[in-house]
């Protein structure tokens, strides 16, 4: 059985034997199609297997050129940055790099504090309130005095200004207008969420690690 | 369109390598015998001018390559030592960043041309797809050079722009942070800008390839918009063309030497001159020229569409303005090619090129400017002077009985004969109504032009009157305003009613024109003279 099958399929697929004599394939695809109506013949496994095979091969070969483009593992390194809290005076603000990035470390007053817990139930338009903001990466409760916050505008990414130019005495953003108040919630403008959070834990009493 | 060959090898040489390869043959019948329409107008040497920004744009930057440095400590000041120190550095440096308008310029006059006499129409609408590929790419380009000199506005462009890509849902983050390297624009991400930066030109000068080899395929289209019906309708390349063409070139050349010689950096912005600082956003981020009608579309969706918040549809909308181009030849179902013989689409034709300018206008604005208002901007603060204040907690027993309590709280104040109560809320279930009992009650009004500076006054009558009144009621009145994000709104909503409602109609219910019987008949074969 095995071996009708395998002299058919020597037969009829050779480009030599008689069917195909004095006439050119010019193809691929015209070869293939001289089995038109016949059963799946082991050309066609070869074919598909030949084909996938390549198209994995051709995927594996493009991945690293792709993937070169992610973060380096220097950059990715670079993921912490530790800041030395006994600095800053109350009602000031540093701003640190983190990844790259600026972020706010912020030491707010009892006003500020104040001001930031009673807009808790205020109409937001990204509830949250103050004390979930604070909280640290490992969940424990933050400290009221402290706040760190990534800062860029979660409308298109510029550095809001500290409080100038803020109805709400928190920070606003030059470049299309948006207002942030002392717990650095949108209240007014175009973005879309309040400032976000920046993960950090406090090591001990006067320093915090972000990232 | 182009016939056989009529290329014949004069000398030895040339016969022997024609037969090896026919180079000369190819040059002579793209450049020298190609038949070009008699009727040409000066709007269709755009094309030579185009073909010289981009030979100008490679030139100039595989030099400035040459002296500039792609690391963000360095890459400010080496552009500024091409400036000062680099011989001939200046010269290069502004032709380079000055042709980028250039080229620019020309090339949205060389989209108003196709768009208004129909050249995106069959059998050209490869030609025209072709043409919206160089188009992205040049804007592409456009952005990552902009991002090398390092300067504020190149960094906080690339910010905004790579932002951008972080709407997309799903993917947007990984995409972001692929495309910067990192958690933000920095070293990689400049590094990664200044290669492809020199990589898309070549592939900009391959589609261009494809462009004139589809053009000499199809064949120009012309003012008339009607097919070239024998070889009398036609002149060869070499000279017509190729001299009106230069002599076009000459005008252009001298409005961009004006600006290199003249004013170099007067189309671009003061603040690319300060080094980029990621802790400090300029006052402003607007994107190059060019590119503010599509900025302008951007911020013009400053309102959630069903579940596609504001910040994506932005983005929708901005790309949809470039794609629509590229469905333009099967959206448009006017036979007629010429808006020549079009005479309502040509009056929407105008009004687009006019809305585009407005368009253009209005990304360079602050968005809430203020254009128009049906009135100033009032407030009445109504406060009580003197009188005895009574405070008095008010608990809820839950967060949703709030409302009841607070309201029972100044109820029950107003009972004792308070004139004026509030309620300051201090927890979910906890808050303090306040009353004033006696006293006289008074009201001021303020006005202002914008809401900020409403708000200004209402805070200075607040210190003016200071402890006199325990609080204030303040009452806002709002009036209708006419911003520059309305006007861009009403301007985008015409960009894409211009194309996806206007022509797909107008295609169907305009009676064009009349074509006149010199062009619509060839009068000569007629006469048998031809």
Not at chain 2, 332 to 347: C, F, N
Request: proline letters at 6%.
């Amino acid at each position: 059985m095995l071996r009708r099958r395998a002299a058919r399929f020597a037969t009829r697929t050779s480009l030599a034997s008689a069917p195909n004599q004095g006439r050119e394939i010019k193809s691929v695809a015209e070869a293939a199609s001289a089995h038109a109506g016949e059963d799946t013949t082991r050309r066609d496994f070869i074919y598909i297997a030949a084909g996938a095979v390549g198209a994995v091969g051709a995927a594996a070969t493009i991945w690293p050129f792709v993937d070169q483009m992610n973060p380096a593992a220097d950059t990715r390194a670079l993921s912490t940055t530790e800041v030395d809290l006994s600095a800053i005076v109350l009602g000031q603000q540093i701003k640190v790099m983190w990844q790259g990035k600026p972020v706010f470390v912020r030491h707010r007053t009892a006003d500020e504090i104040s001001r930031a817990q009673r807009d808790d139930f205020a109409s937001l338009k990204d509830p949250q309130s103050d004390a979930e903001r604070l909280v640290q990466e490992d969940g424990q409760p933050g400290r009221p005095e402290w706040l760190i916050l990534q800062a860029s505008c979660t409308h298109l990414g510029c550095v809001p200004t500290f409080v100038e130019g803020s109805s709400f005495g928190g920070w606003f953003c030059p470049c299309h207008g948006s207002d942030y108040d002392t717990s650095g919630r949108i209240r007014r403008g175009p973005a879309p969420a309040n400032l976000l959070v920046a993960p950090y834990l406090f090591l001990n009493d006067t320093s915090i690690r972000i990232g | 369109m182009s016939g056989p060959s009529t290329y014949e090898p004069a000398s030895g040489f040339t016969r022997w390598l024609d037969k090896r390869l026919p180079i000369i043959r190819l040059a002579h019948d793209s450049f020298v015998a190609y038949p070009t329409p008699r009727n040409l107008n000066y709007w269709w040497t755009f094309g030579a001018m185009l073909s010289l920004c981009l030979v100008t744009q490679i030139v100039t930057g595989i030099v400035l390559a040459m002296h500039y440095i792609p690391h963000v400590d360095m890459a400010f000041a080496s552009v500024q030592r091409i400036e000062r120190d680099v011989p001939f550095g200046w010269l290069i440096q502004n032709i380079h960043a000055v042709g980028a308008s250039m080229f620019f310029l020309a090339v949205y006059i060389h989209m108003f041309r196709g768009l208004y006499y129909g050249s995106y129409k069959a059998p050209r609408e490869i030609l025209w797809i072709l043409g919206c590929i160089i188009y992205l790419l040049m804007v592409v380009t456009g952005f990552l050079g902009y991002t090398l000199p390092w300067g504020q506005m190149s960094f906080w462009g690339a910010t905004v722009i790579t932002n951008i890509l972080g709407a997309v849902p799903l993917v947007g983050e990984s995409i972001q942070v692929w495309i910067r390297g990192g958690g933000s624009i920095d070293q990689p991400t400049l590094n990664r800008f200044f290669s492809l930066h020199y990589l898309l030109p070549f592939v900009i000068a391959g589609v261009v390839a494809l462009h004139v080899w589809a053009l000499h395929e199809a064949g120009q289209n012309n003012p008339a918009g009607v097919d070239v019906k024998s070889k009398a309708d036609t002149v060869p390349f070499t000279p017509h063309a190729t001299i009106k063409d230069l002599f076009a070139v000459v005008l252009f050349l001298i409005l961009f030497a004006t600006f290199v010689f003249y004013m170099p950096n007067a189309l671009g912005h003061a603040d690319n001159f300060i080094p980029a600082n990621p802790l400090q956003t300029p006052p402003e981020i607007v994107p190059e020229w060019y590119l503010l009608p599509f900025y302008a579309i951007l911020r013009a969706f400053d309102f959630n569409i069903g579940p596609i918040d504001s910040k994506l549809a932005g983005v929708i909308g901005m790309f949809a303005s470039i794609g629509v181009l590229f469905v333009l030849p099967w959206i448009d179902t006017s036979r007629v090619r010429s808006m020549r013989y079009r005479p309502i689409a040509r009056q929407f034709f105008l009004i687009f090129v006019v809305v585009c300018f407005i368009l253009g206008w209005c990304g360079g604005q602050n968005p809430g400017l203020i254009l128009a208002k049906a009135s100033d901007f009032t407030a009445t603060l109504t406060y009580v002077e003197g009188g005895q204040v009574v405070t008095q907690p008010v608990t809820a027993a839950s967060e949703a009985q709030f409302d009841d309590a607070a309201a029972a709280a100044r109820e029950a104040l107003t009972a004792q004969g308070a004139t004026m109560t509030a309620v300051t809320r201090e927890g979910a279930t906890t808050a303090t109504a306040t009353g004033v009992i006696g006293g006289t009650q008074a009201t001021r009004t303020v006005s202002g032009h914008t809401a900020d500076e409403m708000e200004t006054l209402i805070q200075e009558v607040k210190t003016e009157i200071g402890a006199g009144a325990a609080f204030f009621s303040v009452e806002r009145r709002m009036p209708y305003t006419f911003t520059v994000t309305t006007l861009s709104q009403l301007a985008t909503f015409y960009y894409f009613f211009f194309f996806l409602v206007l022509l797909p109609l107008l295609g169907l219910r305009e009676k064009p024109g009349r074509v006149p019987d010199t062009i619509a008949k060839p009068v000569l074969t007629e006469q048998g003279a031809a």
